[in-house]
């Protein structure tokens, strides 16, 4: 059973910075990517930033590029969001992703989402 726990999700003013953490544990082969998404109330889920395990790359939403880093620890299987310069609009809950092979199977996992709210 793969698992996915996130931490770091909190209250920040505006202008604050957070860092939120995902850690993926359970039988695993390999990790392809990870990524970070949030939801904020009443809208659709959006892609924030993702990761590729394996050389580094990333990727970010034009709305946080600049002010959000993703970086990852492959010996932990922990993939981090740093956020910087929070503003009102960031709030939401984020939500862990991993694209994960284990054994002869590849699937999606989700965390179960940590709450960030910026307050003005």
């Known amino acids: 059973q793969v698992q996915l726990v996130e931490s770091g999700g909190s209250l920040v003013q505006a202008g604050g910075s957070l860092r939120l953490s995902c850690a993926v544990s359970?039988?695993?082969?390999?990790?392809?990517?990870m990524a970070w998404h949030r939801q904020a109330p009443g809208k659709q889920r959006e892609l924030v930033a993702i990761i590729s395990t394996i050389g580094g790359s990333t990727n970010y939403a034009d709305s946080v590029k600049g002010r959000f880093t993703i970086s990852r620890d492959n010996a932990k299987n922990t993939v981090y969001l740093q956020m910087n310069s929070l503003k009102p609009e960031d709030t939401a809950v984020y939500y862990c992703?991993?694209?994960?092979?284990?054994?002869?199977?590849?699937?999606?996992?989700w965390g179960q989402g940590t709450q960030v709210t910026v307050s003005s």
């Open positions: 992703y991993a694209f994960v092979i284990a054994g002869t199977k590849s699937s999606d996992y």
């Open positions: 359970g039988s695993i082969n390999s990790i392809v990517h």
